[in-house]
């Protein structure tokens, strides 16, 4: 199978898609949050961690910030809808690989979690 790929959303609709869509192609994990998400991490590594911008409790900002800096090896995917000022000082500072925009193609996910 693919690639170990932990999907933080809070929004149910979206990991229902994800869930359908990446589970036939990734091994595939969820969390809700930015706490739940470090405690998937720190159980298994992933090797791409796919996050929404705006979680459960804020933003993901720290989150990615600690994956990478603990774990610099996962690639860290943005998938969002937030406006680029939000999360491009992740980007400047390399904690994001990669921003794929909300509304986005299933094409455009499996693309980034492939690269």
């Not at 609709?13 to 969820?30: E, P």
């Not at 409790?57 to 990615?64: N, Q, R, V, Y």
């Amino acid at each position: 199978m693919g690639r170990d790929v932990l999907v933080v959303d809070d929004d149910p609709l979206i990991t229902r898609m994800l869930a359908r869509v990446l589970k036939g192609h990734h091994t595939v994990r969820f969390a809700a949050g930015p706490s739940d998400a470090l405690v998937a991490v720190e159980q298994r590594v992933p090797d791409v961690l796919l996050c929404d911008f705006l979680v459960e409790g804020g933003t993901a900002a720290e989150l990615l910030r600690q994956v990478k800096r603990r774990w610099p090896a996962v690639r860290c995917v943005l998938h969002t809808a937030s406006r680029p000022e939000r999360w491009a000082p992740l980007v400047a500072e390399r904690i994001v690989d990669q921003v794929v925009p909300k509304p986005s193609s299933i094409h455009e996910i499996l693309a980034a979690l492939s690269a």
